[in-house]
């Protein structure tokens, strides 16, 4: 707290009108301890730049925000923006009003608006009602929200395995994704790395992410080498288990906090992919030849498909 309470300072001395917002906004209304520190100002990119370029990190010109250093901490700031759609495509514009910033958030719990110089909160899309009843809901009409970043369909699905046990996408939201779901497939690996590395890396469960996939339909267009393990017996392993499940089983199994999680993680889950595409029967019984050496070959396709480098 007294990380957001020196940054709304600085950023008042400037004469900005300044608020915690997005995902730090909601980790305090949780009283989670915020994974970075997001602010929203009303000024736009160009006076940031100028009155902040002492202490300038970096410039987003997609996002139209800049990061700064100030007391050892970095903090992304952002301009207050509207957007409409046109022609299914995104246009961006700086804005005064913190309505219409708030309008243009992906979902209700990062709409969420806090001075901690006065306590004082701003809920404009009932966002602390979603949180108090754990629903991840897009703002507005969900399958605009979709349009104007198709990243959000992962985004969207991850954050229930991010935020804990009793979170669920809301219905309208969940409906949207199975409607737009093949809209995935259009998405960069640039853009699909930051989202996938959240899971291995701040998911307590990442099954849980796989599994909504599978409940939105997601699954089969983003992840089909997972999607054909599912109804692949295993039962000499565990009684009435299937090859999905044992996956699960065995990325689950790596603790968060264990050193090299992420690379652990991903190799329980790539670790029998190769299975589906083996299966044989012989008078000795069902076999998967080779599996591993399929699964070394499909394991480096899905992960420079999803953006992770060559090293690892």
Known sequence: MNNCKAIIKLLNMFDMEAWV?????????LGKTPHNYNISVKAPLLELQSKLKERIVSVNKVSASITIKYKDCLYIISPFKKIELKNTYPNYKYTNYIEEDAKSRDFTMNALYFNPLTNEWVDLCNGKADIDKKLVNFIGDPLDKILESKIRLLRATIFPAILGEGW???????????????????????????EMKKVFTRCKKPSKVFN??????????????????????????????????????AMDSVPLEQSNALLIRLAALLHDIGKPHTEVYTDTGRHFYDHERVGKVLGGVILRRWGFSNKL
């Open 168 to 194: 669920e996408l809301g219905f309208k939201t969940q409906e949207a994704i199975k409607s737009y779901k093949l809209r995935v497939m259009s998405l960069s690996p640039n853009s699909i790395h930051s």
């Open 21 to 29: 917002t997005g995902g730090t906004a909601r980790d305090i209304y």
């Open 212 to 249: 909504t996939w599978r409940k939105t339909h997601l699954l089969r267009e983003f992840f089909p080498e997972l999607y054909h393990t599912i109804n692949i017996d295993q039962s000499q392993k565990n009684e009435n288990l299937d090859l999905y499940y044992h996956i699960m089983y």
